[in-house]
């Protein structure tokens, strides 16, 4: 992987981790949820507009990520209504990159050197260590589960969205129909469950969701762009660092605990970055 490729996953993962903020300390989560929605709807509806129809290979593919996406996200709101960012984010993140290296490489999807395997592993580890405060600081287990499936969410759409991407013959064009496709999905979803109450009426609460909404398209349209460039698993390693830039929010704005555990596990993942890139 290049410098430049590297650099753009790691802008990605402060996009991601920003996001996820504004949607764990927003009021209602579940709301926040579809105002990213909208966004991703309007976003991807103009990138369409402009970008040609994927190849019909790529569909499939599209199918299953909005799928395993809609099944992430609604996991992903239930486990922040059950801990806080600091330790759901990583416990959500961190056991997806593990699950991708394992499915890339008993199908192998992509050429992966020995060093990048074990700077996967670090990553998976340290994003790990991060996750046993939930039983060293008594924090309530019932998050976990929700965490977990939100984590097998995550590498679905990971294996899915890179496959896709690659088959679409343009990465942009996969990525506008994906976020509108998702957008339609979630949005149905949150009116079924809701009905009109699932929109907020304050514009102070539109401009947080859009501008999350906004950041979220951005960190995973360079995502999805560096997996048509680089191997899937490094690419979904090197993006669930955001744990850290999620670690720093809750410690830095919302007053989230710092203990050594975090530190520790911090160290540990930047090791994994710099393995992959030997």
């Known amino acids: 992987m290049t410098v430049g490729v590297l650099t753009a996953v790691l802008l990605a993962a402060i996009l991601h981790a920003s996001w996820n903020a504004i949607i764990k300390f927003g009021d209602d989560k579940f709301q926040g949820m579809v105002l990213l929605s909208v966004a991703h709807g309007v976003i991807g509806l103009a990138i369409i507009i402009v970008f040609p129809l994927p190849e019909i ?67 998976g580890i340290g994003i790990l260590i991060l996750a046993r405060g939930v039983f060293s600081h008594g924090e309530t287990v019932t998050l976990l589960p929700y965490a977990l499936a939100s984590a097998v969410g995550t590498a679905g759409y990971s294996i899915a969205d890179g496959l896709g991407a690659r088959a679409a013959g343009n990465a942009s064009s996969y990525i506008g129909w994906l976020f509108f496709l998702d957008a339609i999905m979630f949005i149905l979803w949150g009116m079924i469950r809701r009905g009109p109450s699932v929109f907020p009426r304050k514009i102070s609460v539109w401009v947080l969701g859009m501008a999350a909404g906004t950041a979220s398209v951005l960190a995973y349209w360079i995502a999805v762009w560096a997996m ?39 160290v540990v993942i930047v090791i994994g970055i710099l393995i992959t890139r030997f």
């Open 57 to 123: 290979a790529a569909w499939p593919w599209l199918v299953a990520s909005v799928a395993f996406h809609l099944w992430y996200k609604l996991f992903l709101i239930s486990a922040y209504e059950r801990g806080d960012l600091s330790r759901v984010y990583p416990i959500a993140r961190g056991t997806a990159p593990v699950l991708v290296l394992i499915i890339s490489t008993l199908f192998i999807l992509d050429a992966i050197s020995s060093m990048e395997i074990l700077g996967v592993i670090a990553i």
């Open 228 to 266: 048509t460039i680089a191997p899937i698993a490094i690419v979904s390693a090197l993006r669930e660092t955001s744990v850290m830039f999620a670690v720093l929010i809750g410690v830095l704005f919302f007053k989230e605990k710092a203990d050594k555990g975090k530190i520790i596990a911090s």
